[in-house]
């Protein structure tokens, strides 16, 4: 007997994931017992006040692919465990990349490079899980009232893995590494999105 599956369990799985990951940087950050003044603590606090807030996003990310559609089956379920693990494997090299930044931490050339290539890794991996998901609904959901606007964002995030892996090739070869040149090749995505935007818009009607 096949069963329909549950959107509100998928849901409150995915919210229970991000909770966790946020405990786990909470914990990371309050884990020393010396006291330590607060001018030497704040790159701590900012670093993770930063990797909090792009959680969050990812988060409203998440939220905003279960009000476009409805559909669920085990495709989009494996893609969204894919996405969670993610998500919590993510955060903590966003969070080193941030704490080397801001504490100025001592690191080679193969560390940094090393550190871009696992952030870019994940950051790829993770928005490919969303044109995945976006992708299936988009040719499996007969309920949707535009499913050009599912369509649109399977394209939109696959800009995204696009440039996630420009960055891992970057960082690999050492490209510019020193200057954190893997790290601002990020800054064209919004030129891409907002080119495929209006490609797009020509094309198809998102109203």
């Keep these: 007997m096949l069963f329909s599956h549950s959107k509100n369990r998928l849901e409150a799985l995915s919210d229970g994931v991000f909770a966790f990951a946020a405990t786990l940087m909470v914990v990371e950050v309050g884990s020393s017992t010396e006291f330590i003044s607060f001018s030497e603590?704040?790159?701590?606090?900012?670093?993770?006040?930063?990797?909090?807030f792009i959680m969050m996003s990812l988060w409203k990310l998440h939220y905003n692919f279960f009000r476009r559609t409805k559909h669920v089956d085990d495709w989009i379920i494996t893609f969204n465990m894919i996405l969670l693990f993610t998500v919590l494997f993510y955060i903590f090299p966003v969070k080193s990349l941030l704490d080397s930044m801001l504490q100025q931490k001592g690191m080679s050339m193969n560390e940094l490079s090393q550190l871009f290539q696992i952030y870019s890794i994940g950051f790829s991996t993770m928005f490919l899980s969303f044109v995945l998901m976006y992708y299936r609904a988009y040719k499996k959901d007969e309920k949707v009232k535009n499913p050009y606007v599912?369509?649109?964002?399977?394209?939109?995030?696959?800009?995204?893995?696009?440039?996630?892996?420009?960055?891992?090739?970057?960082?690999?070869?050492q490209m510019g590494v020193q200057f954190g040149a893997p790290g601002f090749v990020y800054g064209i995505l919004g030129i891409l999105c907002y080119i495929h935007s209006v490609q797009f818009q020509k094309k198809y009607s998102l109203d």
């Design 41 to 52: 603590e704040l790159p701590n606090f900012i670093s993770f006040g930063a990797s909090f």
């Design 150 to 173: 599912l369509l649109f964002y399977a394209r939109h995030f696959s800009l995204f893995v696009l440039v996630g892996i420009i960055s891992a090739v970057m960082a690999y070869f």
